[in-house]
Nanobody
Framework: EVQLQASGGGLVQPGGSLTLSCAAS????????IGWFRQAPGKEREGVLY????????YYEEPAKGRFITFTDNAKNTVYLQLNSLRPEDTAVYYC?????????????????????WGQGTQVTVSS
């Protein structure tokens, strides 16, 4: 059974930082793209950034550029999302998801609907 466990959310002041974790089990890590998404109250879920665990390719959506970084601990099958210079508009539930990289025609990054597995989400609140 594939499981993704997102954690690390919390309350942080504007300008602060948080590091989220996405621990994966039941899958071969190198065969997946891991995506980070977020959903604010009343808004649609949006992509933040995506990393191919096959070759390390990373794609940053606009909210993440210059502020968020990702890194992987392969020994722990865990992907981290470091959120820096946080703003109130970053307040959301953050999710990680995994999409199986299938074949040479795989398109990176995948769209939201293409992800095979989702974690349960972790709340990030940016407020003074």
């Amino acid at each position: 059974e594939v499981q993704l466990q997102a954690s690390g959310g919390g309350l942080v002041q504007p300008g602060g930082s948080l590091t989220l974790s996405c621990a994966a089990s039941g899958l071969t890590f190198d065969d997946y793209t891991i995506g980070w998404f977020r959903q604010a109250p009343g808004k649609e879920r949006e992509g933040v950034l995506y990393v191919s665990e096959s070759d390390g390719s990373t794609y940053y959506e606009e909210p993440a550029k210059g502020r968020f970084i990702t890194f992987t601990d392969n020994a722990k099958n865990t992907v981290y999302l470091q959120l820096n210079s946080l703003r109130p508009e970053d307040t959301a539930v953050y999710y990680c998801a995994a999409d199986h990289i299938v074949g040479p025609e795989y398109t990176f990054p995948p769209t939201l609907r293409e992800y095979d597995y989702w974690g349960q989400g972790t709340q990030v609140t940016v407020s003074s």
